[in-house]
């Protein structure tokens, strides 16, 4: 296993298109999470999963970004009717949850959006 | 809520120096921090996590410090390299929680020119 992997690298789509994002984690790792960066800005949470139950979910999510992870392996994002504002870098991350407190998060190489 | 702020925002300095890198959060109660490299584009490197009950981690030229009780930590960079120029990040979950989330700095970036 190489790392956490997302797909596509990056990603150019019209206003009011939808898009969809892949996260494969690192294959042991329980649990995954979705971050968004802005230039100049640290990444801020979007949501996590524990297996496939989504956890949470930051208030930056909103009714039109959706987060599946139906088998507790992989990941996607969507995002429908995409807005010039949804212009950023999409970052997945893994960890394991051994029940002794979060351990170490692994950052995949993240998806660039940008709507035009 | 927890709130993260790193000093300095940005830093250029010759090839050699020793570097201090500050990071400091509102919410103390923290089980562990996290130490992050990204190079303009990229995804993010984990760097070093130090948990609450240890005060220092090391890995090479790179040396962390924790102190809870004032809500700090430091990034020590030994004898830096141009290879070295990055924004570093520090990661920290909520107080008193073990579950994901993180609240990130805005980071410092570093530019070591030869």
């Known amino acids: 296993d190489t790392g956490v992997s997302q797909n596509p690298r990056h990603k150019i789509t019209k206003r009011g298109q939808n898009v969809t994002f892949r996260c494969d984690p690192i294959?042991?790792?329980?649990?995954l999470y979705w971050y968004r960066q802005t230039l100049g800005q640290g990444p801020e949470f979007l949501t996590y999963?524990?297996?496939?139950?989504?956890?949470?979910k930051s208030r930056l999510l909103s009714d039109r970004f959706s987060a599946e992870r139906p088998k507790g392996s992989f990941s996607t994002l969507e995002i429908q009717r995409t807005e010039q504002g949804d212009s950023a870098m999409y970052l997945c991350?893994?960890?394991?949850?051994?029940?002794?407190?979060?351990?170490?998060?692994?950052f995949g190489q993240g998806t660039r959006l940008t709507v035009v | 809520k927890q709130e993260v702020t790193q000093i300095p925002a940005a830093l250029s300095v010759p090839e050699g120096e020793n570097l201090v890198l500050n990071c400091s959060f509102t919410?103390?109660?923290?089980?562990?921090l996290q130490w992050f490299r990204q190079d303009p584009g990229k995804g993010l490197t984990s760097l070093l996590l130090?948990?609450?009950?240890?005060r220092e981690q090391t890995s090479g030229r790179l040396n962390a410090s924790l102190d809870k009780s004032s809500g700090r930590s430091t990034l020590y960079i030994a004898a830096s390299q141009p290879g070295d120029s990055a924004t570093y990040l520090c990661?920290?979950?909520?107080?008193?929680?073990?579950?994901?989330?993180?609240?990130f700095g805005r980071g410092t970036q570093l530019t070591v020119w030869p």
């Open positions: 991350a893994s960890s394991l949850d051994s029940g002794q407190g979060r351990t170490e998060a692994f």
């Open positions: 294959s042991e790792h329980n649990r």
């Open positions: 999963f524990q297996n496939e139950a989504q956890l949470e």
């Open positions: 919410d103390s109660a923290i089980y562990n």
């Open positions: 130090i948990q609450s009950s240890q």
């Open positions: 990661a920290v979950p909520l107080g008193g929680s073990t579950l994901g989330r993180l609240y």
